[in-house]
């Protein structure tokens, strides 16, 4: 009996022993499992955000609705994206700081669903631009809810950031079943400030007791254990002041409840079989011991991302069933690992390449120092298909253009880069061939194209870039870009690559970037071209010039920097400029006593600012100048472009008595009825119809015309292009009121201009003859 009650005590303890070390190891497992799939989950919800905002970010229709503003069609757009995740929060910011729009998905009630604009539309963002928006790990909240948000730049022209745009879901109850699902742990979230108050934001399963809330406050705010519960927390990050835990609970009791049953079971064994008890129990601590082993090697195989081996645990169902439940699990983190990373280098619409899948192609092709072309096919007319026939049908062409692409065998990669451009990448092509691919691309794409009989004929735009021996990516992909825009600016099929039309690219970019610091920093310059008066033999007015004194490239004239100026919005700084500098030489010259008045162009822009005016009038009250000193002068075409408009604002500075002149008359595409109709003052005849005045008869019959047609109007004329004494005389003798040109003077800065003045003396001899004496 001594020797029967050793044997069964050694094997009680050995038994209790073994089972204390598996229920310890089942906890610790199972916590290990629930923090992996909590960082894992968390995880790919953050990259997941993160690669669908850079992909909206970079979405081309999305950022034309964006810089044009349209808040409406903005919103639709940004909703678009929205839906293509699920996101609960779509979100985006200019940059200025500006909440340009803010969607909400409703979480819960009888709106459920139902999107909505956010309270914060038309705010400033909460934190400050700039690389705040890239943390890792974003939350942000809004209401009573926080979510997990993540942002993306957009960028416009050189890599410019114009917003941000990013979408974000919920913390709530969606993530908390996902992760109970597949922990088996009760899973949920809470936010604590620093007086340890606590609010639970989300819970899986039912409420928790008063008791059970206090256990949990004092683990997450001490991590004090509790024997009662096997408890996980994790802290997420500050919210506005307050921490996010997450937490994973589960009552110790029900979470050994296996193991106890197996306990009574092997301790009934263990008396039942007392000769046994020790071998049996020996092997029972190494049948259920080893299991648990392979699932935590397993578990740090999953954390490395190897999630391709299975896991084998023995015979045992219990055990069978939980490594089925871990492959499967590793499988579906596997599934969406490999979906985000499909989207990260796929277009959504074609599902060929993006950039992101031309680099990672083209790394070994670098390396290999392969010969490489990259065509940029840019599709014309794609937004005249878009607002005629709808954007269903605009991406079925991209779609089946992407189809004929891919039908070429010697074509190595086809990439979409945005909108209605595409790369094609060839590897180890000769010139020769590389020519006759190109032409059969082009062949093949513009073959007409039949959707829902509707007949489309495809045009193309291509860019190509060729080198034998490719350095980079990014140097190739600009060179390409850099031929098609030569392509679409010279109305080009194709255009290959060369250095020559390369260095106007590169120059016309400096000067973009450096026109508005130029403006500022009175780089500028005015010339001044004398006007003639006909009648008085007087100089009485001149044009204002502006020249660019660049301080490394000299004088730019305004035929290069002008159309940039336009183009970048920068007209009416660039106006306003030249009229303060004007008014200011006006006073400077009455100071010597020269009376000049001064002549202003100014563009369409200019008119389309509806503050200009006002800044015109109050210009020549501040520096107290005579309203006749100064003559503004505006193109035909910028009046075409919007003659209602242009009327009104040049009747408004009419009514206050300045004067008004229709520069380079003859050259554009106003009418009679226009011309009527224009609070004008004089006409200036552009000087390509007076510079061969003298052996062009047809000239002198549109010259004599207009003359005519001013006159009967009441209008002032002013001749420009005079080169020769002719020319001076045949105007003077049909009544032309003013004439300038070079035979007069060049235009030259305001000394060389007054010393010409004080050198020069204009009379009327006996014959009425113009001359000069210097």
Known sequence: MLLLIAVQAISFAITFYANNRLQQQQLGNQLSIAELVFKSEYN???????????????????KEVFIDDDRRSFLVALNNHRKRINADLAIAVDKEGEIIGELLLTPDGVNQGKVKVGPEQGDLFRSPLGSEFDNNNPLYLLGDHVYQLKFAPITSGAANIIGWIGFGYIIGDSLTLSLSQQTGLNTGFVLSDDKQNQQIISLSGSELSSDDEQVLANFIQRSQRNEEYLLWQSFVGDVQGKQLHAFMYLSRQDALASSQKQWLQQLILILLMLPLSLMVAYVIARGVTRPITQLITQARFI?????HSKVEVGSSTEMQALAQEFTEMQQAILSRENKIAFQAY????????NKNELIRVTQSWFEQKSPLALCQINIRRMTEVNGTLGHDVGDKVIEEVGRRLCSFSHIDLVCRLNGDEFVVAIEHSEPKALRQ?????????EAEYCYQDISLHLQVTIGLSYVHYPSDLETLLRQADTALQYAKKNRLDIQVYHQKIDVNSVDR???????????????????????????????????????????????????????????MGQMNALTRWVINSALTQYLAWQAQGVNLAIAVNISAENLKDGGFCDYVLQAIRDKKVPIEALTLEITEDAVVADPDNAIKQLSLLKQHGLKLSIDDYGTGYSSLAQLKQLPVDELKIDKSFVQNLMVNSDDQIIVNSTLQLAHNLGLRVVAEGIENQATLNWLTERGCEMGQGFYLSKPIDAQALTTWLAQSLYQVNANNTVVELN
């Open 44 to 62: 790919n919800r953050n990259y997941y955000l993160s690669a669908f905002a850079e992909t909206a970010a970079k979405d081309f229709g999305l």
């Open 303 to 307: 954390a490395k991302g190897n999630y």
């Open 346 to 353: 796929h277009d959504p619409l074609t599902n060929l390449g």
């Open 437 to 445: 691919l190109i032409g059969q691309i082009q062949q093949s794409i």
């Open 509 to 567: 970019l400096q000067l973009i970037n450096e026109l508005k610091p130029a403006i500022a920093n009175d780089e500028l310059v005015l010339f001044y071209q004398p006007k003639l008066d006909l009648a008085q033999n007087k100089v009485t007015h001149v044009e204002a010039l502006v020249r660019w004194q660049h301080p490394d490239r000299g004088m730019i004239p305004p035929d290069t920097f002008i159309p940039i100026a336009e183009k």
